[in-house]
């Protein structure tokens, strides 16, 4: 086909044109009919090369070759630095806006799936709910235990390295107090629960899409949010209020042991000081932001697992994004909450 394509070039004056008759041709398939185009196209040079002898129906064929890749490129102009930060931006407003409608949508389906289950408890699937208990919280103990105890530490170990130039080592433990039972504790649990748990219930919830559990489930008559989700933020809002207060003794407990090898304060004296710097206020600020921060670390989890489409890379993206925002929140509620502590005066 190609020997006969350049034997028909060289016959073809560049030019002036030239003239095809295509009388004797009987079938025409797309392969025939792009070579014929390909020949009016290349071996004319500019010059109109005329085809003629072909029936009605070789020619529709012919005709619909000649229309292909005649559309001009599209290659956009470049824009100016100042254009692409506006759409940047408005992309990523409009992505937030998406984010707070998704997450405020799963938020009212999870309200109103507890409602059903507080006016019907039969329907709370208890077992699953005591499973994802035992997998956020009994397995988590000991992770949780070892962070919050070095965080404890070295927070310690900084105080009493900076306040002995000022002969105070005794408000260590008002700082260690204060900022482990109020801020740290919980945060750092909560931290550590959006990167353990959270990332992991994305990953279930996003692996049961891809294999379409989730419409196997809605086919099925059953509710996705509560038989998958409603269970899990359940689990994480009665599991992190426990890992927090753990975490906060397993804290305490590394600063009174620093306070006591590294800076020569007894035990007895760390606990003495202790009951005078720390009150139980301070206790219940940390563990009234707990229950919120599982909720969002429950619900934004819960949101990006049901974003998961069909890949591997879909699902990779949505857990990192999962683990991403769900830190950025509890950050926020964190801070949310100490200006509105401190404005009541707790």
Same mark, same amino acid.
């Given at each position: ?10 016959r073809?004056?560049?030019?002036? *044109? ?14 025939? %009919? ?8 290349e071996? &004319?040079?500019? &010059? ?41 931006? %408005? ?38 709910? /005591? ?24 927070i ?10 000022? *002969?105070?080592e ?8 204060i ?6 504790? =919980? ?6 629960v ?21 419409d196997? @489930? ?24 426990? @890992?927090?207060?753990? *975490?906060?003794?397993?804290? @305490? ?16 004296i ?7 710097? /720390? ?20 619900i ?5 697992g ?16 999962s683990? =991403?925002?769900?830190i ?19």
């Amino acid at each position: 086909m190609e020997r006969l394509l350049r034997e028909a070039e060289l016959r073809l004056h560049p030019a002036s *044109g030239g003239e095809l008759d295509l009388t004797a041709v009987t079938a025409l398939d797309t392969s025939g %009919a792009w070579v014929l185009e390909k020949l009016t196209r290349e071996s &004319a040079g500019g &010059a109109a090369v005329e085809v003629h002898g072909l029936t009605t129906s070789l020619s529709g064929l012919l005709a619909q070759a000649h229309g292909l890749n005649r559309r001009p490129s599209d290659i956009e102009p470049r824009k100016a630095w100042p254009q692409v930060q506006i759409e940047r931006a %408005a992309d990523y407003m409009a992505s937030m806006s998406r984010d707070v409608v998704a997450f405020l949508h799963l938020l009212g389906a999870v309200s109103a799936s507890l409602g059903l289950i507080m006016l019907r408890p039969a329907r709370l699937r208890l077992t699953s709910t /005591v499973y994802q208990l035992f997998r956020v919280g009994w397995q988590a103990i000991p992770i949780m235990l070892l962070i919050t105890f070095l965080i404890g530490a070295i927070i310690a170990q900084q105080g009493i390295f900076h306040f002995r130039r000022f *002969g105070a080592e005794s408000y260590v433990v008002d700082m260690v107090g204060i900022l482990v039972l109020r801020e740290i504790g =919980v945060l750092i649990v909560a931290i550590m629960v959006a990167g353990r748990s959270g990332s992991a219930y994305t990953a279930e919830i996003g692996s049961m899409k891809m294999r379409e559990e989730i419409d196997a @489930l809605i086919t099925m008559e059953r509710d996705p949010i509560e038989v998958l989700i409603v269970p899990r933020v359940l689990a994480l809002i009665i599991a992190l209020p426990i @890992l927090a207060f753990l *975490g906060s003794l397993a804290a @305490l407990y590394g600063g009174g042991l620093v306070a006591w090898l590294y800076g020569g304060m007894s035990p007895a004296i760390f606990i003495a000081r202790l009951r005078e710097a /720390v009150s139980v206020t301070h206790f219940e600020v940390g563990l009234i932001k707990a229950p919120f921060m599982a909720l969002v670390i429950g619900i934004v989890a819960a949101v990006e697992g049901l974003r998961v489409k069909g890949s591997a890379e879909s699902l990779g993206r949505q857990t990192t994004a999962s683990v =991403v925002k769900s830190i950025f929140l509890v950050i926020v509620i964190d801070g949310i909450f100490a200006v509105f502590f401190a404005s009541i005066g707790m």
